[in-house]
């Protein structure tokens, strides 16, 4: 669970560096070409992607992400495979969203949601365990709690 830990962690603290660099590596490639990198995992996204923007996917590093609108805020999704000693181990799932702070727990159709909520008036977190994938979603603005199980239940 160290190395998931770490993996959580460096994601939702580097996500928007890592957001800002590929928005650069993006612009060089669309100007001299565009490359197809298989992905690992079929991803998620909501059902109306309409306010989906940003989409990429790091083949290096394993993961994929999107900019979204929802409830007036800003949100970052960023989604990766499941990591092996979680799949399968509800306590250890709950131990890697603990880690990063979501506490709160809620059962949904796509899986297990932890959510921050200690403050409502910043900015909210959520993972997601889903079968296949572990999810991150950064919210700018605060939203409740049957919200964040809406829009997590969207994914598809």
Known sequence: IGAALALVIGLMVFTPRIIN???KVA???????????PKAFAELKPEDSQNVT?????ASRGYYAFNDRYKGGNVTVTEQQLPDNVRGDAEKGKELAQSVGA???????QGMLYLTLSDTKT???????HRQ??????S???MAPTAWVDYVQSLQ
């Open 21 to 23: 660099s590929e928005d």
């Open 27 to 37: 612009t060089q490639s669309a100007a001299g070409g565009t490359q197809n990198i």
């Open 54 to 58: 940003n989409e990429r996917y790091d």
């Open 103 to 109: 506490t709160d727990e809620y059962e949904t159709t």
């Open 123 to 129: 900015a909210q977190r959520a993972v997601l365990l």
């Open 133 to 138: 994938l572990l999810i991150f979603i950064q």
């Open 140 to 142: 700018t603005e605060p």
